[in-house]
């Protein structure tokens, strides 16, 4: 839920803050109003007071004789290095060995890693075909988790969807054969949901894969990549995501009556007992060292691109974060502690691992914040949790 959308007029990225505090457990958001925030109106002095910090911080990294440009750049030479950073991997694991170096290189404290186990998955050779009632290859990309088809692959007919409402009208038809989901974007968080379940709700009608059109308003031959979830007691299907003007292509075709038939292979490699590691560094507070504020993104990312924006972005603006306060002599009264994940693109598993093995420090967290929206122009934050948290969000946002 949205408390706000507030204004910024700092350029260096979009945050979402406490996105990750329905992980660590804190109550439901509530909206923040006038009426309800008076037991806050004595913090609003202490708020306003920080006014000539914040404007030093924004000044430095705005400037081109200060901070402005070193993060992108910073970014560019770790994404030119690495490239792609599948969790599993060992270019990811080579790009930790980097950040660490680099974080102990600023000089940061407490810098250290986290061993996080997982079971790995990595996509081989894939490739989707139209081949009645003409023959067209299909751009796709298998979502992650995906089972592999038969080494022969998949030939069979398509039934077309455009929701899971559609699904279920045309269940009869589906045994079989293979979905297509064409379903409209409306915003990533609404529509994301097919890509996640689309595959298993298909598969309890008897689907032999399906084919999602990608999360996005718009590709260009670019099919967009992403986790699935299989749901418990149905049968694990092929999946993958194809690009937004195929499945557009298909449906109409689908519509004026045309039997459509893909032959789709797929090919993926599972592996048990994959490391990765989580990546820390702080700045120790002052007054409050055992209190924290937690800024993060991940490290990992899909392995067909150089994960620059996700989350490339919200991970260097993260640790440059506690840079530019060094940089600045700014100590904290709070610890702030930046964390970068492994392995979230496989559905949040640094994060839960580090859940798991910190759960006696939970109290501890006054505030996290996680950048993983891309790094664009920012026009607000998203924000869950208290009442009074909300208030003196809004307070400190004015």
Known sequence: MTVGRFRSSCPVASVIVLLLLQVLLIPAPTEASPDRCRQVRSLRDEIAGYRPVVERVLSY????????GKTWTALSEFTDTFGSRLAGTQNLENSIDFMLN??????????????????????????????????KNLAMLGLGGSVSTAPEG???EVVVVT???DLINKSSQVSGKIVVYNQPYVSYGETVVYRSMGASAASKYGAVATLIRSITPFSLNSPHAGQQSYSDGVKKIPTA???????????????????LEIFLKMDSKF??????????????????PDKIVLVSGHLDSWDVGQ???????????????LVVLKNLGLRPKRTIRCLLWTAEEEGYIGAYAYLKGHKSELEKFNLVIESDEGT?????????????SACIMAEVAK
Not at 61 to 68: A, S, T
Not at 116 to 134: C, D, H, M, N, Y
Not at 376 to 388: C, D, K, L, V
């Open 61 to 68: 990294v705005q400037d081109q004789k200060g901070y402005k």
């Open 376 to 388: 664009f122009q920012p026009y607000g934050i998203q924000f869950h949790g208290s009442e009074t």
């Open 163 to 165: 929701s899971f409402e």
């Open 241 to 259: 995501c194809i690009t937004v003007e195929d499945a557009e292509l298909l449906n109409r075709m689908y519509n004026r009556g045309s039997k």
């Open 102 to 135: 680099r974080l102990r290189a600023w000089h940061l404290d407490n810098v250290h890693a986290e061993r996080v186990i997982f079971t790995g998955w990595q996509r081989r050779k894939e490739f989707a075909t139209l081949v009645s009632p003409r023959v």
């Open 154 to 156: 998949i030939r069979a």
């Open 271 to 288: 592996f048990a007992n994959a490391t990765s590691r989580n990546t820390v560094a702080e700045i120790k507070g002052t007054t409050n």
């Open 307 to 321: 994960g620059a924006m996700d989350d490339g972005g919200g991970a260097f603006i993260s640790w440059n974060s």
